[in-house]
């Protein structure tokens, strides 16, 4: 239940003769100051935390007694809020680690990629020779040692 709602129980017996006594009482504590006991029915009225426990109702006739508990748990309704404001947070952090992830794992593919490439390009500019000629001129450096000399009209 939360906090500031009304408590109404209700001791619903069956007997043969019908029970003479019912009587409400709390485990451990008395029952709080605004119960109010009417016949078979127990109100608590503007619960707080300090009404938590274990109430019992207790009936007897002539040919015996019975029993029943109810269990009491009254909580702040603010204290639930706060809780479920927090699950936002954690979402916004399990994206934010799946995209540090994501960007590492593509930093690897691409170091990896660039170590297993074969040869490297070298245009005539960088390649050290003198300009001449209308066709520019590179040279495809292969893994095997030998250079070999390509012309590209541009």
Known sequence: ????????????????????????SRANDSLPERAVIEGDTLTIPSLSMLDNGTYACQVENKHGRSSDQYVLVVYDPGAIVEAQTSVPYAIVGGILALLVFLVICV?????????RQKGSYLTHEASGL?????????????????????????
Do not use: Q
């Open 1 to 24: 239940m939360r906090e500031g709602d009304t408590l109404v129980l209700t001791c619903a017996v069956n007997g043969n003769p019908p029970p003479t006594r019912i009587n409400w």
């Open 107 to 115: 930093l690897i593919v691409m170091v990896w990629c660039s170590i």
């Open 130 to 154: 003198d300009e001449h000629g209308e066709a520019r001129e590179a040279f495809l450096n292969g893994g095997d040692g030998h250079k070999r000399k390509e012309e590209f009209f541009i």
